[in-house]
């Protein structure tokens, strides 16, 4: 009875409620997004103001200034800088892909002794600061092999696994049913076989989520080329070449800022084309324990 | 014997299978884990330029950082400053936007794009960004504060702003939690939001007794990563340095870093200053120690109270 009662009340009520609940939530999300979005709005106004406009207070500019960007872009070395994160970051991602990709498998799918350790010691080196191993790491590179002022000494270590990238496949790897491989190998292939026509097939989230966050974690990388390449400007990597564009260009607020649009902008470009991707590998890492 | 023997061969099979499929990552944890851990051991008993041999010199570094290295303290008082202040802040804001992007029902893909976008920017960029934005004379965030008559604070250019400045540059790529933590609410057992409704639970008490309940092991794995993040803290704090600073040219070998007043400075930066500006390759390795320690203490938190990372597929 005291059903019949609220279906009679309930939709005026619950449709005053909803619209409310709507501006309620869609003003705290515009509020939000304005704290996300305003600071590349500012970036980019002040990347198109003159050189006298970027040192006022103004927040727009007078006049649209769009040569600052091919004045950035002509920077001695900003291709080269260019050049250089392409190598990193690409060659970077195919070797990490090809090296850690067996190893996540073995971790997911093969029973041998030593396996929960050799996971552990993954999860400690994914969550070891580079610095604890950088003095050691610097000497050998660059005293040993005489390799420093190049990329070789940040590129040469994918080819080894990468410790975060085989616990994210490894993860990945856990939700592919045993059942495919059962039936694999039943039908006589070897487990390279399987890897190969059965896994990566189904695999290819997990290792787009590795290759997107790679890719990243080169692009962005500072610390790396600060250690190896800082004395050799030719080898110089965008991040680290923006910082010292600045350090040069000091009081050319307006060039700096377009420095800095042109660098988030593969990175933005990217991420709208593997949104899919980069959700699925920040969930597998953080939830899927 | 017969039956045996094609058992043993099956098994040194599967044993050279496995150590096949693991080799890029044994190769990669003997050479670029093991061998430089221990040999960051070894020099921090030494007195080490990188250019002279190496000279053993026991505890001498261990109580020079301890006691008369003046940049340790304050990058240990800065960690802990900054664990509390920008953990406690990241988890709380991205759990709030989690929350309010479960609520929205239209456009939630644009939101969540927005969102996410600044975990991306690379944190250089970033960090020039928000030098830019928290300039106290002319950047945009001061005066848009002074024309509403709010303070207008120094921000990287003051001791006393400079780590809430990075705590909002922080906040700011809370992208990463904000997935983490809609995933998880999305995974809460919608029946307990309804019995709950029936029994007239408002909307705090749900979140209290269910919702939070629910997620706190993800709460708890973003308190735990979060401080990892902070022991790795390097980039931003560095450049965000140099830059208010003024600092001009690359290399920067000569910035004594922390601007202002030590109140950027964190353990890696410290790394860095003894080891590749004042060549004390064994102070430096001493750093480097510490900051082992403290992160494989935060990773043992995490593996042991979420055992879930390793049992997964066991």
């Known amino acids: 009875m005291t059903e019949v009662a609220v279906v009679v009340h309930k939709p005026r009520v619950v449709r005053h409620k909803a619209v409310l609940q709507w501006i309620g939530v869609h003003s705290l999300g515009v509020a939000a997004a304005l704290f996300f979005v305003l600071p590349f709005v500012f970036l980019f106004l002040t990347s198109v103001m003159s050189d006298q406009q970027a040192l006022t207070r103004d927040l727009t500019p007078d006049t649209w200034e769009w040569g600052n960007y091919a004045k950035v872009w002509n920077t001695p070395g900003f291709l080269t800088w260019w050049r250089n994160t392409l190598l990193y970051a690409g060659l970077g991602t195919v070797l990490t892909v090809l090296s850690s990709v067996p190893v996540a498998y073995a971790l997911a799918r093969f029973r041998f002794r030593g396996r929960r350790l050799s996971l552990l010691l993954v999860i400690s080196m994914m969550m070891l600061p580079p610095q604890v191993v950088v003095i050691p790491m610097y000497l050998f590179w660059a005293k040993q092999l005489d390799l420093s002022g190049t990329l070789w000494p940040l590129i040469i270590p994918m080819a080894f696994g990468d410790a975060f990238s085989i616990f994210l496949l490894r993860q990945f790897l856990l939700t592919i049913p045993e059942e495919y491989l059962d039936a694999a190998r039943v039908d006589g292939c070897g487990e390279v076989r399987t890897l190969l026509r059965v896994v990566l097939p189904m695999a290819k989230p997990g290792i787009a989520a590795i290759a997107l966050f790679q890719f990243f974690a080169a692009w962005n990388d500072y610390f790396g080329p600060q250690i190896y390449a800082s004395d050799n400007p030719a080898a110089w990597t965008l991040s680290y070449g923006l910082e010292s564009f600045k350090g040069a260009h000091h009081t050319n607020w307006n060039l700096t800022m377009a420095a800095t649009v042109l660098v988030m902008a593969p990175v933005i470009v990217l991420f709208f084309l593997a949104q899919k991707a980069f959700v699925e590998g920040v969930t597998l890492t953080g939830v899927k324990g | ?314």
């Open chain 2, 1 to 314: 014997m017969t039956g045996t023997h094609p058992l043993r061969a099956k098994r040194r099979r599967s044993a050279l299978r496995t150590a096949a499929f693991m080799s890029p990552w044994l190769i990669g944890f003997s050479f670029f884990f093991a061998y430089p851990l221990l040999s960051t051991v070894y020099f921090s008993f030494t007195r080490y330029d990188g250019f002279r041999p190496p000279v053993f010199n026991g505890l001498g570094n261990w109580t020079y950082v301890f006691t008369d290295y003046p940049l340790f303290w304050p990058a240990l008082w800065n960690t802990l400053w900054l664990v509390v202040a920008m953990v406690g802040c990241r988890v709380v804001f991205g759990l709030g936007i989690g929350l309010l992007i479960t609520k929205i029902k239209t456009g939630t893909g644009i939101y969540r794009t927005l969102f996410s976008l600044p975990y991306l920017a690379p944190p250089v960029a970033g960090t020039l960004a928000f030098v830019f934005l928290l300039n106290p004379g002319t950047g945009p965030v001061n005066v848009l504060l002074d024309a509403v008559g709010l303070p207008t604070p120094g921000w990287f250019t003051d001791a006393d702003w400079s780590k809430p400045a990075l705590t909002v540059l922080a906040l700011w790529g809370v992208g990463d939690l904000m997935v983490i933590f809609m995933a998880a609410l999305l995974d809460v057992p919608k029946e307990q939001y309804e019995a709950a409704e029936l029994d007239g639970a408002g909307a705090w008490s749900r979140f209290r007794h269910i919702t939070l309940p629910n997620i706190s092991p993800i709460i708890l794995f973003a308190v735990v990563t979060g401080v990892i993040q902070v022991m790795q803290y390097y980039t931003q704090p560095l450049v965000a340095g140099k830059v208010s600073a003024g600092v001009i040219g690359g290399s920067g070998r000569q910035f004594e870093p922390g601007y202002p007043d030590k109140s950027t400075l964190t353990l890696p930066q410290v790394v860095y200053n003894a080891g590749f500006q004042r060549f004390d390759y064994g102070a430096a390795c001493v750093v480097a120690l510490v900051l082992f320690a403290l992160s494989m203490a935060v990773t043992a938190l995490l593996m042991r109270r979420r055992g879930g990372l390793i049992e997964a597929g066991d």
